[in-house]
């Protein structure tokens, strides 16, 4: 499957359980030495009752499965997580792109210090570091870091 043949569309209530459950296989492969803060019923049940009914959540569908998703709170990228399959397969491009639409203003986002190849990703994309704390203010205690992306000035 090309990432061409995935829709991006705004999540349901029915999209809450698999999107969680590409976050918690995301999280996991992309963060090996990160303690994940809640269980998977925990997880579940944020994607249940809050991200998917309180943010603007979008989802990456094919073949009537979730393969990624997108949450935004406002100007901040909340989530970003890919079913570990289709890393590396233009789909978080796509994603950042749609963010960009629907944020022209700008966007910030935190990710944590250890996950270099995120750093890379959102660095490829325009954002740049604006700030590194020590953790303390994030459920699993990481030290991370903020990033921005702003447009371009207009001409």
Not at 47 to 67: D, H, I, M, Q
Not at 105 to 112: A, C, I, S, V, Y
Not at 115 to 132: D, L, P, Q, W
């Amino acid at each position: 499957m090309h990432s061409n043949d995935v829709v991006l569309r705004r999540a349901g209530a029915a999209d809450a359980r698999a999107a969680a459950d590409v976050w918690l296989r995301s999280f996991a492969a992309a963060l090996p030495t990160v303690r994940c803060a809640h269980d998977e019923a925990d997880v579940h049940d944020w994607f249940v009752r809050v991200l998917v009914p309180r943010y603007e959540t979008w989802v990456a569908v094919t073949g009537g499965k979730v393969v990624g998703l997108m949450v935004l709170n406002g100007g901040e990228l909340k989530q970003l997580y890919l079913d570990p399959a289709w890393r590396g397969r233009g789909l978080g491009d796509r994603f950042l792109s749609l963010a960009k639409e629907q944020q022209p203003g700008g966007l910030t986002l935190w990710t944590f210090q250890v996950n270099t190849s995120a750093h890379r990703f959102y660095e490829r994309h325009g954002f740049i570091e604006v700030e590194r704390t020590d953790g303390l203010r994030n459920d699993e205690r990481e030290p991370d870091v903020r990033y921005l992306w702003q447009p371009p000035p207009a001409r």
